[in-house]
């Protein structure tokens, strides 16, 4: 059973850095893509940046430059450094995998306030 756990959300004032991480009970080679979503109150579910197999990573603008998408195969964990955070990043963060069909965690709680 393939399950996906987030971990490292929490409070954080505005210029701040977080590492979330997102656990795998299988093999992250096995997903095609994977990625981090978020989700603020009263919005839809927005892509913040995946990464494929290969290596290949992709960022919503509003996230360039900020945050880095990694991932440790050793580990099956994919990581998302945010750096530079500021209140608009504020939302539940989910971690995404996508094979045959699509995987998601949880969720982690991402605030950014003074």
């Known amino acids: 059973q393939v399950q996906l756990v987030e971990s490292g959300g929490a409070l954080v004032q505005p210029g701040g850095s977080l590492r979330l991480s997102c656990a795998s009970s299988?093999?992250?080679?096995?997903?095609?893509?994977m990625g981090w979503y978020r989700q603020a109150p009263g919005k839809q579910r927005e892509l913040v940046a995946s990464?494929?197999?290969?290596?290949?990573?992709n960022y919503a603008n509003s996230v360039k430059g900020r945050f880095t998408i990694s991932r440790d195969n050793a580990k099956n964990t994919v990581y998302l450094q945010m750096n530079s955070l500021k209140s608009e990043d504020t939302a539940v963060y989910y971690c995404?995998?996508?094979?045959?069909?699509?995987?998601w965690g949880q969720g982690t709680q991402v605030t950014v306030s003074s």
């Open positions: 990464i494929t197999s290969r290596g290949s990573t």
């Open positions: 299988v093999s992250i080679f096995s997903f095609n893509v």
């Open positions: 995404n995998g996508i094979n045959t069909r699509g995987f």
